[in-house]
């Protein structure tokens, strides 16, 4: 099976700390996701990648980066926490282009900014 | 903005009968779509996806594509507890076929 690892399951930070959000699949899938999940919002893309070294805005990029050095390896940056960055972070990836090709989700990051 | 609509719920069904889950769209030009199950407090998993318009079945799920209306559902037969969950239909939005945008998902609740 796909494995998509998130590196935290919790993580406390403060407000104005850079944190750093990682994501790690073992299967070779050429994309790559992030999302977040908020209560009555939903999922919503951050960023996304389909290929090394290349980068998408998604829906709400604002105050967030990305870095994709590896295949295996999409990275999520909070470059100063905010409060309302308190939220559930999914990573997900995909194994290539094209519509039949659904997402494997981690197990997801919840974090919260104090 | 291309957006995804589905009733948030709950959905209460007596166990051993089929739930309908309802999913719009507003985009015409979408070509696959998925449907993903999430328990509490976990992530979302894959459980089936549809391109042709008609039914596509996969054991006690069958997923139904009508292009012209913009409608997709997810039923689910012979309903177990078990089955109680979040479902999110997920619709892709680009050329690739690989970003997707999602609904807020339906709570379905299984009563036995």
């Known amino acids: 099976d796909v494995k998509v690892t998130q590196s935290s399951r919790y993580l406390v930070k403060r407000t104005g700390e850079k944190v750093f959000l990682e994501c790690v699949q073992d299967?070779?899938?050429?994309?790559m996701f992030w999302y977040r999940q908020d209560p009555g919002l939903g999922l919503r893309l951050i960023y996304f990648?389909?290929?090394?070294?290349?980068?998408e805005k998604g829906d709400i990029p604002e105050g967030y980066s990305v870095s994709r050095e590896k295949k295996e390896r999409f990275s999520l940056i909070l470059e100063s926490a905010s409060t309302n960055q308190t939220s559930m972070y999914l990573c997900a990836s995909s194994l290539r282009l094209g519509a039949s090709y659904g997402y494997t989700f981690g197990s997801g990051t919840r974090l919260t900014v104090v | 903005q291309k957006e995804v609509e589905q009733n948030s719920g709950p959905l209460s069904v007596p166990e051993g009968a089929i739930a309908s889950l309802n999913c719009t769209y507003s985009?015409?030009?979408?070509?696959?779509f998925f449907w993903y199950r999430q328990y509490s407090g976990k992530s979302p998993e894959l459980i089936m996806s549809i391109y042709s318009n008609g039914d596509k079945e996969d054991g006690r799920f069958t997923a139904q594509l009508n292009k012209a209306s913009q409608y997709v559902s997810l039923l689910i037969r012979d309903s177990q507890p078990s089955d109680s969950a979040t479902y999110l239909c997920?619709?892709?939005?680009?050329?690739?076929?690989?970003?997707?945008?999602f609904g807020p998902g339906t709570r379905l609740s299984v009563l036995p």
């Open positions: 990648s389909y290929d090394v070294k290349m980068k």
């Open positions: 299967m070779d899938h050429e994309n």
């Open positions: 997920a619709v892709n939005r680009d050329n690739y076929g690989q970003n997707f945008v």
């Open positions: 985009d015409r030009v979408s070509q696959s």
